[in-house]
């Protein structure tokens, strides 16, 4: 099946930095890729929907200044996470599709962040 | 807005016993409905998925039949295994074009004992 990976899977950063996510399709080109945040316990909640070459869309709460995403290429999405706050803390998983619509998404493994 | 409600966990099953996890949503459109599963280390991979009312999808033993009179769509399975321990997430997602992610649940965390 369709791989995509996430690097790194875990960082510890302190207060104020900026971490970069990377979320690679290995095996397949990703015409949209899709940025979630999952919290201990809770469900998966959709950040943002990025198609290659376009600007990203963001869900309602979401601060596209703080999470900036880019869709460079077909098989590479980055999530920047810019001045990093402890709140910020979470599981950030990517997921990439192939085509339009219901065409299966795949997901990363997730990327753990830590801010100190 | 769109939802999607599981029981909570964990369920812990000896080997060899039936398995039900209850699933239930609230959708604005027309939703498919979709089974993901993730091990320990790993990503979510799709399990099932059916895309009208009435469908079963169906995986690796396990079903699902689409509910559109009670909005559910129930994962079971006959007979679970240890390796079926993992974590299992009911999504939806609405057709006819409009939001493209996964509406989530929360997830169920099955626990297997031999």
């Known amino acids: 099946g369709a791989v995509v990976s996430q690097h790194p899977s875990w960082v510890i950063c302190k207060s104020g930095t900026s971490v970069k996510i990377e979320c690679r399709s290995l095996?397949?080109?990703?015409?949209?890729m899709f940025w979630y945040r999952q919290f201990p316990k809770q469900s998966l909640m959709l950040m943002a929907t990025s198609n290659e070459g376009s600007k990203a869309t963001y869900e309602q709460g979401v601060e596209k200044d703080k999470f900036l995403i880019n869709h460079a290429s077909l098989t590479l999405s980055t999530l920047t996470v810019t001045s990093a706050h402890p709140e910020d803390s979470s599981f950030y998983i990517c997921s990439a599709r192939a085509g339009r619509g219901y065409n299966e998404q795949f997901f990363g493994p997730g990327t753990r962040l830590t801010v100190l | 807005g769109d939802s999607v409600t599981q029981m909570e966990g964990p369920v812990t099953l000896s080997e060899e016993a039936f398995l039900t996890i209850n699933c239930t949503y609230t959708?604005?459109?027309?939703?498919?409905l979709f089974w993901y599963v993730q091990y320990p280390g790993e990503g979510l991979q799709l399990l099932l998925k059916?895309?009208?009312?009435?469908d079963k999808g169906s995986n690796k033993g396990f079903e699902a039949t689409y509910r559109k009179e009670t909005t559910s769509f129930h994962l079971e399975k006959g007979s679970v295994q240890v390796s079926d321990s993992a974590v299992y997430f009911c999504a939806l997602i609405l057709q006819g074009g409009g939001a493209d992610g996964l509406t989530f649940g929360k997830g169920t965390h099955l626990i297997i004992q031999p």
């Open positions: 095996d397949f080109q990703a015409t949209t």
């Open positions: 959708a604005t459109g027309y939703p498919s």
């Open positions: 059916a895309t009208k009312a009435d």
